[in-house]
Every structure is written in C-alpha cells, then in structure tokens.
C-alpha cells in the first residue's frame, strides 16, 4: 500500500451553520488530503443547506483537498432522492454512496463512487460487483476487523482486476445503526415530524449509561453510535500496510489535532478511554491494549 491518507469524514452532529463553516476552514490549514462533506444522517437537517456545502467544498479544493460529495444513508422520501439527484449534477467531485439508492443513481450517470460504511459490503464477490458499478473507494463497515479487510481483499484481486482504493473508519464515535425514528426527538417526547431539530442541544450526541455507569451508546438523531471515541492511532503500521485511507470523525473543533497525529511518522498513545476492539476482532467496546 502508499502511504496512508487521512481524511476527514462528513460531520456526522447537527453544527449550526457558523461553526460548521468555522470547521471547515480549519480544515482548509490541515494535513488532511481528503475531506467529505454532505449532510449523512436525517434529511430534516437544514440548518445548512447543498449551497453551503458547494461553496466550502470549492474553498477546499482550491486549498488542494481531495474533495467527496456525501450522500444520506437513509433516503425516505422522493424529495430526498431529488435532492440527491441534485447533488449529482456536481460531478467535479467525487461521490460518497451511503444508500443503495445513490449508488443505483450514479451507476446510471456513469459515475465513480465511495461506497460508505453504511452499505453492508461482507466479501469480495459484492466489492467486485460495485466496482463494475463504478465504485473505486470502499469505505469497511466499522465493525470489520484487520484480518476480515485481509481476507476480503484476496477474494477480490482473484475475482476482479479494476483498482480499488480502501479506507478505514479510523478515529471519533462510530455510527453503528440508522433507524426510521429519531432516538432524540423521542428522548424529549417529540414527535419525529415534529422535532424542532432537537438534536442541535446535542452536538456532541447524547450519551447513554448502562445500569453500571458505563458510557454504552451515543445517539445522534436516528442514528445510534458507540459511547466510546473509537482511536487507531496507535495501529498505524497494520492501517498502513492494509489501506489507503483512514478516516477521522470529529465530534467538535478541538478534536483536529487528531488529523496530525494520524499524519505523524510518530505513535501516539491512545487515551485510556479510547476504544480499538473492532480492528482487533474482539468486541468494539473493548481495547488491544
């Protein structure tokens, strides 16, 4: 593999609209060579809209960045496939496919795609079929493990001979589930149609405990992640021998100086409180040490 990029993944928290803008920016002084943008979790987000997305994305591609068009991972209405379809006009850039949908969309169009971690990609028979699609970056499923990524890529090179890029969910709290109703909006006793777009208080999440005081889930919307930060930082050289990318999520600004941690030559420790069970195959909430 070359050396490993890092990119910075679609902000994943309800930000209004300054501080996302302020992000970004920060962003444009990284080490980050890739950035996603695009709203990915509920269709009902607004507070930034396509345009706004349009003109950071132009800020970051003239500052050099490899520049990924996010599309939602769970497309529920038609006026959500027409704003996808919108979206695709923008082929400057490349796409991220979250939905079967968006990848159905940009096969049509003729258009290479990212498959997303949301998209339930196993082995390398359907990586080869997204490949003929169109897709030339695969994004693993949080919950795969090093010697699942392994595995999976022998099966494709003896099945398909189209290049493809790999790129692993590498640091921030980990999107495992997407449901139709909105965990935050339920929290405050809110009807789902009627939610006010509650989760801006949260936008960091909402952290559940188990019975034991143990941080177990993070929700976000409709979307339910893991209580810990997940953090490879300390895996760089298995990440570097297996993939192409790794992707950081951040959950607030401060969280940047992750970017050249993952940048560095240098091993950084991992906070104690960081998690690394996936990449390890044993269970995600607990850690390699």
């Excluded at 006009?89 to 990212?114: I, M, R, T």
């Amino acid at each position: 593999m070359s050396k490993l990029k890092v990119a910075v993944g679609p902000v994943l928290f309800l930000w209004q609209k300054t501080y996302l803008e302020q992000f970004y920016n920060k962003v444009m002084l990284s080490e980050a060579e890739c950035v996603y943008l695009g709203e990915t979790v509920c269709g009902k987000r607004r507070l930034s809209r396509l345009n706004d997305y349009l003109v950071w994305a132009e800020k970051l591609a003239k500052a050099g960045k490899e520049v990924v068009l996010s599309s939602l991972t769970l497309l529920e209405s038609s006026a959500q496939l027409q704003d996808l379809k919108r979206l695709s006009k923008h082929k400057q850039y490349l796409f991220e496919a979250n939905d079967l949908s968006a990848v159905q969309l940009l096969y049509q169009l003729g258009l290479p795609f990212v498959i997303g971690p949301a998209i339930n990609v196993y082995n390398g028979y359907t990586l080869a079929k997204f490949a003929k699609m169109g897709a030339v970056r695969w994004v693993m499923p949080v919950e795969l493990s090093k010697d699942w990524l392994l595995a999976l890529q022998q099966e494709y090179a003896q099945l398909c001979d189209l290049p493809m890029q790999y790129e692993v969910f590498s640091y921030g709290y980990l999107p495992l589930a997407y449901s139709a109703r909105c965990f935050t909006a339920r929290y405050y006793n809110l009807a789902k149609d009627q939610c006010e777009l509650i989760c801006q208080k949260h936008p960091s999440g909402l952290i559940t405990q188990s019975q034991e005081g143990q941080a177990l889930f993070n929700l976000n919307g409709i979307q339910t992640m893991s209580g810990q930060i997940y953090n490879l930082c300390e895996d760089k050289a298995s990440l570097s021998d297996m993939a192409h990318v790794a992707r950081l999520s951040f959950h607030n600004m401060d969280e940047l100086s992750w970017i050249e941690h993952f940048v560095s030559d240098e091993v950084y420790q991992r906070p104690s409180e960081h998690i690394n069970g996936f990449w390890h195959q044993i269970a995600g909430i607990q850690c390699q040490l």
